[in-house]
T-cell receptor, first 112, second 113 residues
Framework: DAKTTQPPSMDCAEGRAANLPCNHSTISGNEYVYWYRQIHSQGPQYIIHGLKNNETNEMASLIITEDRKSSTLILPHATLRDTAVYYCIVRKNTGTASKLTFGTGTRLQVTL | KAGVTQTPRYLIKTRGQQVTLSCSPISGHRSVSWYQQTPGQGLQFLFEYFSETQRNKGNFPGRFSGRQFSNSRSEMNVSTLELGDSALYLC????????????FGPGTRLTVT
């Protein structure tokens, strides 16, 4: 699985968009980008994933650059409950094997 | 639908003892994975079970083992506990074919003294 690089921490004002970057310059053609988050003292939560097209769901949007070397997770209207550690993970979607390799993630602090 | 449940939530053991942790996946999920989370090493994959068979294993010593039952419930066992085994142990379940979307339980906080 390709390595990812994320900033260790970010701040965001409540109600504003939170844009969390992730670099994955060694990503290969069959590897997907996944985002999970972990709110303090809870298990990680799946947010979104994508291969090369931008994706959107009820939680967030995922923007992947054309060369696929980086991506951005966007929380359109951050709330205090979005304060968490966000993990960007790159892996092949083998369809069966479930191993996730977590990095150190970005600690997002949403403030009033 | 009930989420992933883990028991016990908190556990204190002494060095040299062994411990068994339990995980009940979401109904219909047949894949169960285990992770260890520590402040120093972060979240690390332990192993994955599917249809009562270990399908994938992380880089942990043989003291860490697991099993899965026919109802998809899973247990993990750590023998000869060491201080460094103090961690949050997380279980995750997923549907076959949607392995990227794993649902995590709240974890078991193990403290080894």
């Amino acid at each position: 699985d390709a390595k990812t690089t994320q900033p260790p921490s970010m701040d965001c004002a409540e109600g504003r968009a939170a844009n969390l970057p992730c670099n994955h310059s060694t990503i290969s053609g069959n590897e997907y980008v996944y985002w999970y988050r972990q709110i303090h003292s809870q298990g990680p939560q799946y947010i979104i994933h994508g291969l090369k097209n931008n994706e959107t769901n009820e939680m967030a949007s995922l923007i992947i650059t054309e060369d696929r070397k980086s991506s951005t997770l966007i929380l359109p209207h951050a709330t205090l409950r979005d304060t968490a550690v966000y993990y960007c993970i790159v892996r092949k979607n083998t369809g069966t094997a479930s191993k996730l390799t977590f990095g150190t993630g970005t600690r997002l602090q949403v403030t009033l | 639908k009930a989420g992933v449940t883990q028991t016990p939530r908190y556990l204190i053991k002494t060095r040299g003892q062994q411990v068994t942790l339990s995980c009940s996946p979401i109904s219909g999920h047949r894949s169960v994975s285990w992770y260890q989370q520590t402040p120093g090493q972060g979240l690390q994959f332990l192993f994955e079970y599917f249809s009562e068979t270990q399908r994938n294993k992380g880089n942990f010593p043989g003291r860490f083992s697991g099993r899965q039952f026919s109802n998809s419930r899973s247990e993990m066992n750590v023998s000869t506990l060491e201080l460094g085994d103090s961690a949050l142990y997380l279980c995750a379940s997923s549907l076959v074919g949607r392995s990227y979307e794993q649902y995590f339980g709240p974890g078991t906080r193990l403290t080894v003294t």
